[in-house]
């Protein structure tokens, strides 16, 4: 009995030691099969999706575009200029994970707050700093009158009665007197003769034919007054009083090209010779040649008045001529002084255009240059924020959200200094552009006045 009692225990006792080990061998092998299964239950984190980025094309550029143009035309962020929502961007920054590159930080930050530059950038490629201003300038021809080709015909009596006395002077030395007067007055253009009759023989009856037949050119050229005054001065009273003579004779004096031709009779009586001198007018005046005969008497009876009278009559009387150089200078002169004020409008109009082209240009390219400015500002400031929330969230040591904040700041420095840059050089270049141009117009207005006040002196 003792036997069975004592083998009864051993058996209780194996087994109760045999459970202990197989449960200390299961409480060893728990904490394995828990890591394993933790290991196996934990899922992999998603792979970071950069956001996809568009941009606006810009047409005929003009040049290569440079990297930081190509990123100002980037599409506007989510939250840029009125859209920001300052509760909606921190809802937004919150969802970011914890584990980003500063890179991918920095253009999650791009993507949210980008400032659309485009509609600054593509007027400042295609500026024109170009002030061009187009005025017609004024026509400077002069619708000039042709002038006529004139000839004055001097016909002076040399007959005796030239000797007797007018004053304290004779009538001849009177007559001389006048003729150079009128000579000087003649146009430059014009040619003049000077023809005398009656200047042979003298006054006998026995010299009356050799008299009578007398009529010589003494002079027939331009105005030259030594010249003219030489000839002159050879005129002697001699012989009898041939009119009729003369002025038939005078035809061979005026030149073929003539238009005008004014005939000065002096004398001092009648008709001494048997001629017909109202007919000799009245055949001067009937030739196609316009010719005027006048009259310079001297000391003439009422016999000799009413011969003379008849002559000029005949002559188409009284002599005014219009197309004379003293008007077609005072012509000119008016002529000049209406192209003075043309150009000086000119100059005025394109002085005035240069600067108002000039303010249109500079005034656009300020205003680019501040708008672009002011996003930069916002864009920048508003990341710079953006990267203070997210660092206060992401706390660790050395976290890479510490980095982003140099990286936002260079991003939007560089499009500030982009703007200044660029927009100062189109408003340099274009009021450069509008100070020449006004000297231009300054310059060659000045100078156009000037020659139209010389010539209007010459």
């Not at 619708?143 to 004053?167: C, E, N, Q, T, Y």
């Not at 000579?183 to 050799?210: C, F, W």
């Not at 010589?216 to 012989?239: C, H, I, W």
């Not at 008849?310 to 009284?318: I, T, Y």
Request: aromatic fraction near 10%.
């Amino acid at each position: 009995m003792k036997r069975y009692w004592f083998a009864l225990f051993v058996l209780v006792f194996l087994f109760a030691g045999c459970s202990s080990a197989e449960k200390e061998e299961k409480q060893s092998a728990a904490p394995e099969k828990q890591a394993e299964e933790a290991e196996t239950s934990v899922q992999p984190e998603e792979e970071y999706q950069p956001k996809e980025v568009k941009y606006y094309d810009i047409k005929d550029p003009g040049r290569e575009l440079t990297d930081l143009e190509k990123e100002m035309l980037r599409y506007p962020g989510i939250y840029s200029g009125d859209k920001y929502d300052e509760e909606k961007v921190k809802e937004t920054l919150d969802q970011l994970p914890d584990n980003l590159t500063p890179e991918q930080y920095a253009d999650e930050l791009k993507y949210l707050f980008t400032e659309d530059y485009h509609e600054e950038l593509e007027p400042l490629l295609h500026f024109d700093p170009n002030v061009e201003v187009n005025i017609d300038r004024p026509d400077e021809s002069v619708d000039a009158p042709v002038l006529k080709k004139a000839h004055f015909a001097i016909l002076i009596d040399a007959s005796g009665s030239m000797k007797a006395a007018a004053g304290n002077k004779t009538r001849m030395e009177a007559a001389k007197e006048a003729v150079l007067e009128f000579a000087e007055q003649v146009p430059e253009e014009a040619t003049i003769s000077m023809r005398v009759y009656g200047h042979k023989g003298s006054g006998s009856d026995a010299d009356k034919n050799l008299s009578c037949s007398s009529s010589e050119t003494f002079y027939n050229d331009t105005f030259d007054k030594g010249n003219f005054r030489s000839a002159l001065e050879q005129v002697k009273p001699a012989g009898w009083t041939p009119i009729g003579l003369a002025l038939e004779k005078v035809k061979g004096d005026i030149p073929e090209d003539a238009d005008d031709v004014v005939v000065y009779v002096v004398s001092d009586g009648i008709e001494t010779c048997g001629g017909d001198p109202v007919k000799a007018a009245k055949d001067l005046v009937s030739d196609e040649i316009e010719t005027v005969v006048n009259i310079i008497g001297f000391d003439v009876d009422n016999e000799g008045q009413k011969l003379l009278k008849e002559v000029a009559s005949a002559g188409n009387g009284e002599f005014m001529y219009v197309h004379s150089e003293r008007d077609l200078k005072e012509y000119m002169r008016a002529q000049y002084e209406e192209i003075k004020r043309a150009w000086i409008k000119w100059k005025e109009e394109g002085k005035l255009q240069s600067i108002h082209t000039r303010q249109e240009k500079g005034l656009l390219a300020i205003d680019i240059k501040q708008n672009m400015i002011q996003k930069a500002i916002r864009e920048r400031q508003r990341m710079e924020q953006a990267q203070l929330y997210l660092k206060q969230k992401f706390t660790e040591p050395g976290h890479p959200i510490s980095e982003v904040f140099s990286m936002v700041s260079k991003y939007g420095s560089e499009k500030y200094n982009y703007a200044s840059e660029e927009g100062s050089k189109a408003f340099r270049e274009s009021t450069d552009s509008g100070v020449k141009q006004y000297k231009k117009f300054e310059e060659e207005g000045l100078k156009k006045i000037e020659e139209m006040d010389e010539k209007k002196n010459e």
